[in-house]
T-cell receptor
Framework: AQTVTQSQPEMSVQEAETVTLSCTYD???????LFWYKQPPSRQMILVIR??????QNATENRFSVNFQKAAKSFSLKISDSQLGDAAMYFC??????????????FGKGTRLHILP | EAQVTQNPRYLITVTGKKLTVTCSQN?????MSWYRQDPGLGLRQIYY???????DKGDVPEGYKVSRKEKRNFPLILESPSPNQTSLYFC?????????????FGPGTRLTVL
């Protein structure tokens, strides 16, 4: 069974600085997708970025980028130029790329990010 | 507007009183799913459905039922709620199964069972 681990329950970063949130996962599958979701105080779940395991290039969305290390099963999220609006809970998630019957989606326990003004 | 809606948004109930949380999406999505979110545990999948009349257990299905009679609706049923089902519940949908498809989440339902 797949697992997703976020080892940092909470982190803080100074506004305008860069922060990296870590995520490791375990799977025996060769193709899959990894996601980072943001949950601000409004509780809405917002997709930040996704990465397909077969793509070597790290995904980037504006100030958000990932460092995907497939062999190490690591998927960290880097937030550059942190802004107050980035304060939220961040979840890492795994989903198989195969169109098989078991299509569970696995989430990590989350990392709460605080932005210090 | 494309969205996933859940009702009610907040619910306080008592042990043993059957309840249903509704979920509806207007995007013609095949895949729908229910999660519960608890502090320190992240989101855990309860049930999911890959199409009408097809449902599967997630990681924490005990105490819950679902049905998928129509493509747009995926209600979550608690036949006999217990206090350990106090949680924040999310419904989500995606175009189809498979990892590429983005999941769209509803706004969440805060359930308290006394």
């Amino acid at each position: 069974a797949q697992t997703v681990t976020q080892s940092q329950p909470e982190m803080s970063v100074q506004e305008a600085e860069t922060v990296t949130l870590s995520c490791t996962y375990d799977t025996s599958e060769s193709d899959y997708y990894l996601f980072w979701y943001k949950q601000p105080p409004s509780r809405q779940m917002i997709l930040v970025i996704r990465q397909e395991a077969y793509k070597q290039q790290n995904a980037t969305e504006n100030r958000f980028s990932v460092n995907f290390q497939k062999a190490a099963k690591s998927f960290s999220l880097k937030i550059s130029d942190s802004q107050l609006g980035d304060a939220a809970m961040y979840f890492c998630a795994y989903r198989s790329a195969f169109m098989n019957r078991d299509d569970k989606i696995i989430f990590g326990k989350g990392t709460r990010l605080h932005i210090l003004p | 507007e494309a969205q996933v809606t859940q009702n009610p948004r907040y619910l306080i109930t008592v042990t043993g009183k059957k309840l249903t949380v509704t979920c509806s999406q207007n995007m013609n999505h095949e895949y729908m799913s229910w999660y519960r979110q608890d502090p320190g545990l992240g989101l855990r999948q309860i049930y999911y459905s890959m199409n009408v009349e097809v449902t599967d257990k997630g990681d924490v299905p005990e105490g819950y039922k679902v049905s998928r009679k129509e493509k747009r609706n995926f209600p979550l049923i608690l036949e006999s709620p217990s206090p350990n089902q106090t949680s924040l519940y999310f419904c989500a949908s995606s175009l189809s199964r498979g990892g590429y498809n983005e999941q769209f989440f509803g706004p969440g339902t805060r359930l308290t069972v006394l």
